[in-house]
């Protein structure tokens, strides 16, 4: 059991979500400025609000594509959204989630939904990368 917890670096991962849940609130009201592509302006990535729906991304990702995904995803995503996610008029499109203000129901429902998804996925299915080491 110990090669197990070094070989997926356990104490590490545990230290790196209690640090990152101890942050979150400290960061609350904070947005991370990057330049959009489409609307000329800068936008505003939240810090705190969108932890659950970026969660549920990596969960996601980390079933389909292999376990090296997942944290790519979840830094990919934001970004994705803040380059390319505002219209013209600097309102943001409604597939971009993150970008919404605190009390919009797409954002809530997306970050519910990517959650849900997300932990069903973990729970129910084989990870990629798992399946093909089983078939060996």
Same mark, same amino acid.
């Not at 997926?8 to 640090?19: F, G, I, K, N, R």
């Not at 810090?47 to 659950?52: E, G, I, P, W």
């Given at each position: 059991m110990n090669w197990w917890h070094r070989a997926?670096? =356990?104490?590490?991962? %545990? =230290? %790196?979500? =209690? +640090?990152t849940m101890l942050a979150v609130p400290l960061f609350g009201g904070s947005a991370v400025p990057i330049p959009s592509l489409l609307a000329g302006m800068s936008a505003g990535i939240p $810090? +705190?609000?969108?932890? $659950?729906g970026y969660l549920g991304i990596g969960l996601i990702v @980390? @079933?389909?594509? /292999?376990?090296?995904? /997942? *944290?790519? +995803? $979840?830094?990919? %995503? *934001?970004v994705l959204c803040a380059l390319i996610g505002l219209a013209p008029g600097g309102r943001p499109y409604p597939w971009t989630w993150p970008l919404h203000q605190a009390p919009s129901v797409i954002a809530a429902t997306a970050s519910l939904l990517l959650i849900t998804? /997300?932990?069903?996925a973990a729970s129910f299915f084989t990870p990629r990368g798992a399946a093909r080491r089983a078939s060996t």
């Open positions: 997926h670096s =356990t104490p590490l991962a %545990v =230290t %790196v979500l =209690t +640090a $810090v +705190a609000r969108n932890f $659950v @980390q @079933q389909l594509l /292999g376990h090296l995904y /997942g *944290p790519l +995803a $979840v830094t990919l %995503v *934001p998804s /997300g932990i069903a």
